[in-house]
């Protein structure tokens, strides 16, 4: 009869170590690094951010007008729902930048995962920068350039 309170005891401890464990890597994987505000960095993050949330005016407002893009383009494009990015390289010239990163998708449960580069061309504007050239996911609407 003394192991039945042992044994219960024992479950309790251990339900609570694995809510502890699943705490703590939920909390890890919440770390994004915040970039200067207004820096290309900073853009291209807000940027992906927005895309994957779906909200499609506040990623308009990253990109350079003279693209063209709409809502439309962003809801025809494919981009897993799952996407991280990692930031690889910046450079910035006075005219323009070029952030490299890393945009991976590891959920999806029967497919292999999706690792692949992006390069994205930044401008100088009165806000700050703003992406121009072929942005992903939307590599279609190149306006007038």
């Given at each position: 009869m003394?192991?039945?309170?042992?044994?219960?005891?024992?479950?309790?401890?251990?339900?609570?170590?694995i809510l502890a464990i699943a705490a703590g890597i939920f909390a890890a994987r919440d770390t994004a690094p915040k970039w200067p505000a207004g820096s290309?960095?900073?853009?291209v993050q807000t940027y992906a951010q927005a895309v994957i949330d779906q909200?499609?005016?506040?990623a308009l407002a990253k990109l350079d007008p003279a693209l063209g893009c709409t809502p439309e383009d962003f809801a025809q494009a494919y981009y897993p729902q799952d996407t991280a990015i990692s930031l690889l390289q910046t450079h910035i010239g006075p005219?323009?930048?070029?952030?490299?990163?890393?945009?991976?998708?590891?959920?999806?449960p029967f497919f292999d995962p999706f690792i692949g580069q992006e390069h994205f061309e930044l401008v100088p504007a009165d806000s700050g920068w703003?992406?121009?050239g072929t942005p992903w996911p939307v590599?279609?609407?190149t306006g007038a350039l």
């Open positions: 003394r192991s039945l309170p042992n044994i219960v005891l024992a479950i309790i401890t251990g339900l609570v170590v290309p960095e900073a853009v909200d499609y005016a506040r005219d323009n930048a070029t952030v490299t990163v890393e945009l991976g998708s590891y959920g999806e703003l992406i121009s590599y279609g609407c």
